[in-house]
């Protein structure tokens, strides 16, 4: 199919969606994603102030495209940024097939003092970025960076780079207006052994495909990124169809999700001794448990 008519085919531009490419030509693979309700259902359950908003819609972007690169309908990726003594204390985004949730912990009054547009180091201070990938079948595997860089989407090309040997670009962008939160992203990496993917030690950073792709991934715009009238797969094509054959895969729908649940909670309070269960109990001798993702309340009896 020719670029010019697949674009012309597409009637939305801007949904809660997954898109996937391959150059394999180039030995890379990326991916796209523009959220649209699910940032602002999740937002919804929390009333965060201006920066944990913004810093909680880029987690979400960057959870769906690493969340893009499992293969497995129940495969996960759990993005969690983490502080000893940071503003931002703990911010967590996780991604299961499709359903996305996350939170964070921070300190209100010391938030207030940095002002409306505050860097990622004044928000963490020192901390680690530790991003855990989980397979359906099973396997599990983390890495843990140092949390630098301007933005979380820095540190996650620091993630790969140096926990994966994988030499990755990410650029996210973000906006609100009155009718809530858009949010886009898209992620490229080298892959020199395709899409499947191998043992991938000692990638080089400076390999010519790689530094063909870098070069036309690095001109992608946050205007564009957000622009309503260009779809995701216009942006695929339009940064690298003129040099490079692209294929294109849809890929999986997002939405708010939460995994919680009272028999969760039962569960894991059942594995306190009964006098600590006990002493959980409040007045009207139930345990009020809230889920830190969704907000949602559930009482336990026990
Ligand atoms: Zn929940």
Not at 211 to 219: D, G, P, R
Request: include cysteine; glycine fraction near 10%.
């Amino acid at each position: 199919m020719e670029p010019q008519e697949k674009m012309s085919e597409l009637p939305e531009t801007f949904s809660d969606k997954l898109l996937g490419f391959t150059l394999p030509g180039r030995s890379a693979r990326g991916r796209v994603v523009r959220l649209d309700e699910v940032v602002n259902d999740v937002l919804s359950a929390h009333d965060y102030p201006a920066p944990v908003t913004h810093l909680l819609g880029e987690a979400l972007v960057l959870g769906a495209l690493m969340g893009g690169l499992v293969k497995e309908e129940e495969g996960q990726v759990t993005m969690q940024a983490q502080t000893q003594a940071g503003v931002v204390s703990l911010l967590v985004c996780d991604y299961r097939g499709g359903s996305m949730r996350g939170y964070a912990d921070f300190d209100a009054d010391a938030l207030a003092g940095l002002g409306a547009n505050p860097s990622l180091s004044a928000l963490f201070g020192e901390g680690y970025l530790a991003i855990t990938f989980e397979t359906g079948a099973g396997q599990r595997y983390q890495g843990i960076v140092p949390l630098e860089g301007d933005t979380l989407a820095e540190a996650c090309e620091t993630y790969f780079s140096q926990s994966e040997q994988v030499p990755t670009l990410i650029r996210v962008a973000s906006r609100s207006s009155g009718e809530g939160r858009v949010a886009a992203g898209i992620l490229v990496q080298h892959l020199p052994d395709g899409e499947e993917g191998r043992e991938r030690l000692h990638v080089r950073m400076d390999h010519p495909d790689w530094e063909h792709v870098l070069a036309l991934a690095s001109t992608i715009t946050h205007e564009e990124l957000l622009d309503p009238d260009l779809s995701m797969e216009a942006i695929a094509w339009r940064l690298f169809s003129e040099s490079d054959q692209i294929r294109v895969q849809p890929g999986a729908w997002l939405a708010r999700g939460c995994r919680c649940s009272a028999d969760y909670y039962a569960s894991v309070i059942a594995r306190f001794p009964v006098e600590e269960q006990h002493a959980m109990r409040n007045d009207d001798g139930v345990i009020v448990v809230d889920c830190a993702f969704c907000s949602r309340e559930f009482e336990i009896e026990v």
